[in-house]
């Protein structure tokens, strides 16, 4: 079965140091997109990739940065970890105009 | 900034009973859906209603749409221990311009 699974399920970091966090998709969806869940707040878009070298700014990309070098992975870099960037991190999938899947999660601590 | 805002924040209903939640978003939209969380999981894509259908249903699920009001509502009808999540509404523009997602709303079902 098709699946998008992240890694790894559970980070912790120190504060300065580059994280990336991956995601991978077996679904062939061309669009691919990185959120963020906070307490109030829901998830918030950090980036997404409508393809291959494609990459997008969303609502709170600020610190954060992805590549997209195949259809099935974009990972999220934090360059410089922070302790404001503690949250628990999705990745996601679709196709065009159709409906979001969902990877389990990391929960990423910063320290 | 978020586009939809769910209402109640919580609710807690006794098993059998049904539950409603709301869904308010301020922009023109193309199609709203909703997602279901488990607590540790990924979101999950439970229905999506078009700009120009008015209701959908889908088993014990029921949602509407009122573009003049910019409001939707679920309505989980007969609801089971098991339905016990975090729901969260989404709202998609025009073209292929990422989802925005509300802040959800915390259901409890008592057995």
């Known amino acids: 079965d098709a699946e998008i699974t992240q890694s790894p399920r559970h980070k912790i970091t120190e504060t300065g140091r580059q994280v990336t966090l991956a995601c991978h998709q077996t679904?062939?969806?061309?669009?691919m997109f990185w959120y963020r869940q906070d307490l109030g707040h829901g998830l918030r878009l950090i980036h997404y990739?409508?393809?291959?070298?494609?990459?997008n700014k969303g609502e709170v990309s600020d610190g954060y940065s992805v590549s997209r070098s195949n259809t099935e992975d974009l990972p999220l870099t934090l360059e410089s970890a922070a302790s404001s960037q503690t949250s628990v991190y999705f990745c996601a999938s679709s196709d065009s105009n159709s409906p979001l899947h969902f990877g389990n999660g990391t929960r990423l601590t910063v320290t | 900034s978020q586009q939809g805002e769910e209402d109640p924040q919580a609710l807690s209903i006794q098993e059998g009973e049904n539950a409603t939640m709301n869904c308010s978003y301020k922009?023109?939209?193309?199609?709203l859906q909703w997602y279901r969380q488990n607590s540790g999981r990924g979101l999950v894509h439970l229905i999506l209603i078009r700009s120009n259908e008015r209701e959908k249903h889908s088993g014990r699920l029921r949602v509407t749409l009122d573009t003049s009001k910019k409001s939707s509502s679920l309505l989980i009808t007969a609801s089971r221990a098991a339905d016990t999540a975090s729901y969260f509404c989404a709202t998609g523009g025009s073209g292929n311009t990422p989802l925005v997602f509300g802040k959800g709303t915390r259901l409890s079902v008592i057995a």
């Open positions: 990739s409508y393809g291959v070298q494609d990459t």
């Open positions: 922009t023109s939209i193309n199609n």
């Open positions: 679904w062939n969806h061309n669009n």
